[in-house]
Each structure stands twice: as C-alpha cells, then as structure tokens.
C-alpha cells in the first residue's frame, strides 16, 4: 500500500535562525508588525510502499535521519497522512 | 494573546520538482527503495500577537500571501496551533 507520510524538520529550538529572521524583517516592512517571531523549516512529503503504517513510519524515520535532518542543527517530527 | 501559527509551502502538485527528485534519488542510493515521491517544501512557524485567532489567522494569510509563497510555483495552508 502506498503511505504519504509527512516530515517537518525544523530549526533547534536554541539555535538562531537567520532565514526566519530575515522573513521576520520582511514582514514588518510590509507593515505586518504583530508578527513577533518567525521560524523556517522544511517540510517534505514522502510516498512510500510499505505492508502497513508502521513499516512506512520507519523508513521515514530512517529516511530523516539518515539524509533529511542534520541532527547538530535541526529536530524533525513525522506524521502519517493516510 | 500570542498565537503559534504554522505555514506549509509547497510546490504546485502540477509542477516539477528538481529538489523533490534529487531528495528521492538520494534516499533510493541509500538503500530506501520504497520510497515513490518525495516533495520538498517550506515550514514556517509565526508568533504572532493578535486579539484573536481569526486575527491572527487573517495576518499569516496575508503574509503568505505577499511574501512567503510565490502564487506561480506554489501554495499554502495554514494551521493555528494553540
């Protein structure tokens, strides 16, 4: 069965993010000020076939560690679609 | 109150996409032959101050739209997390 599973991989909590702030600055010139943080990530979806929900979940897994995330900077969540 | 919102940024399901493909030939050399598609996006998250949420909803849907997707090769949801 094909899976569509979702992986958001975002910045460490306790690291700057430089392209966030940079979006930041950008909407408070487009006068968007009550906007008072801004941080990006990527987000990618899978398809994957996989004999059930979790086989799918762990390549994702797999997949977000071994190639997607960088462990020193980034954090990633997985969320299965269907 | 401060709202957390989330802003996904994907490629247009019609087009291309070169970063998606090269994602997924990276994942088949490491041995991830199940996985079909990969698509590559954004994640954005805003902490945005508002009276309310659909203020604040209001104010990621304008900043969408005027700076984070570009409408030709993209789209967006958004999502109110608290």
Avoid: W
Avoid at 44 to 52: C, F, H, K, P, S
Avoid at 58 to 70: H, P, Y
């Amino acid at each position: 069965m094909l899976y569509h599973v979702q992986i958001k991989v975002m910045p460490l909590k306790d690291l700057l993010d430089p392209q966030g702030k940079a979006v930041l600055g950008g909407l408070h010139n487009l006068g968007l000020e009550s906007v008072q943080d801004v941080r990006v990530g990527k987000h990618i979806t899978l398809d994957i076939e996989a004999n059930d929900a979790n086989s799918a979940k762990a390549i994702a897994e797999e997949a977000g560690k071994k190639l997607l995330a960088n462990p020193v900077m980034e954090f990633f969540e997985i969320e299965l679609i269907n």
